[in-house]
């Protein structure tokens, strides 16, 4: 969709400007963990989409589970804790994806499937219906 | 003269040994070869149809009663309940068969046949439904538009629909509202070398899982050794998961 594509660009070019205005709110993105993310930040902000998706017929087609660009690690390093020390699901305006998609308006589709918290322990019914 | 053809002969049989050693070495190294490739392909290298898993189900040890694979199933992949039965995801189930002229019962596991000509991926109108090089028939749900056709083309009504929204999902089976999915062989565990959760859960040993193109594997020992079936063999679908004893 290159729509959606030039939107993130947008979206991303904003961010770049932003500062410049004062007064203007931007999103506050949460730090992962560790120095570095897999890619340079610059490279990430414009290119994330690109990399998850390569990453996901790779892996679905080929049974290629390399770590580096699997979104299951985005989940993991990214992850932001709410005010019950539990990792946050994407419908909350904290989580790292939220943050960002929700300024720029760009609706993902990824978490209908995924889960967009870590691996953790679950006991009782996880169903939430 | 005689001397001289004791000779030959210490020169002939040093010959035959060292011959039959290389030879010995040719024979079993492949299969040592295969084998490790396939319990521990590198994460960055693709599958490919060098190996072909396949399950052998020996009915006789099947208890029937016994849900333990269809537990494990559910947990291994957060397969959860709706609470409407009726509409819940099934992967695997127990399936009991009676002969009513006689009244003998056969129990035994039925799951996605992970067949190798499959019809399901045959009708997919978007190339959602497809088969990976090493013949696990999966869904991909990033192309699944939800049509349902694969599950009428399926012989085995091996597939399910998901109806419901579903959150919290275990990290290596994403599953969604508005696609069809089913029994994967537990492909994130096969990945990593291990079996799939049902066989691995069978106390009874009922299930065998393996590379049916290695010759040295468990399971083409066992399918060589024992007579096993394909249910519906007669639409010869090549099916990856073989019954003993039905």
Request: proline share 5%; hydrophobic share 35%.
């Amino acid at each position: 969709m290159p729509g959606v594509r030039i939107m993130m660009r947008v979206a991303v070019l904003l961010f770049l400007v932003t500062p410049v205005w004062a007064g203007t709110p931007v999103p506050e993105i949460p730090k992962g963990k560790g120095q570095q993310c897999v890619e340079d930040t610059a490279m990430m902000r414009t290119n994330h989409m690109e990399f998850i998706l390569h990453q996901r017929d790779d892996t679905m087609h080929r049974g290629i589970r390399t770590k580096k660009h699997s979104l299951k690690e985005c989940i993991e390093c990214h992850a932001v804790k709410g005010d019950d020390g539990m990792p946050v699901s994407v419908e909350s305006p904290k989580h790292f994806c939220s943050v960002c998609h929700r300024y720029a308006a760009v609706s993902i589709d990824c978490f209908q499937c995924h889960n967009s918290k870590p691996e953790i322990k679950l006991t009782g019914d996880r169903n939430g219906q | 003269m005689a001397n001289n053809d004791t000779n030959i002969d210490q020169y002939r049989r040093r010959f035959l040994e060292r011959s039959t050693a290389v030879l010995a070495a040719g024979v079993i190294a492949p299969g040592v070869f295969l084998h490790t490739v396939a319990n521990a392909r590198p994460a960055d290298e693709a599958v490919t149809s060098k190996v072909r898993w396949g399950m052998l189900v020996d009915s006789g040890k099947c208890k029937t009663g016994c849900d333990k694979c269809v537990k494990a199933c559910e947990v291994e992949n957060g397969l959860t309940r709706t609470g409407r039965p009726e509409i819940d995801a099934q992967w695997i189930r127990k399936v009991t068969l009676k002969n009513k002229q006689t009244g003998h019962t056969t129990s035994l596991p039925m799951l996605c046949q992970h067949c190798a000509e499959p019809p399901c991926v045959d009708v997919c109108p978007t190339g959602a439904s497809f088969k990976r090089a090493d013949g696990i028939v999966l869904v991909d749900k990033h192309i699944c538009i939800g049509c349902r056709y694969c599950m009428m083309a399926c012989p085995y009504k091996a597939r399910s629909f998901i109806h419901e929204d579903i959150t919290d999902q275990k990290a290596h089976a994403p599953r969604g509202k508005g696609t069809v999915e089913s029994c994967t062989f537990c492909v994130h565990r096969v990945d990593k070398g291990q079996s799939p959760a049902c066989v691995s859960a069978c106390d009874e040993g009922a299930m065998v899982f393996g590379d049916m193109n290695d010759p040295q594997s468990e399971i083409s020992q066992r399918l060589r050794e024992v007579q096993s079936m394909e249910i519906r063999g007669d639409l010869g679908l090549n099916l990856g998961v073989r019954y003993q004893g039905i």
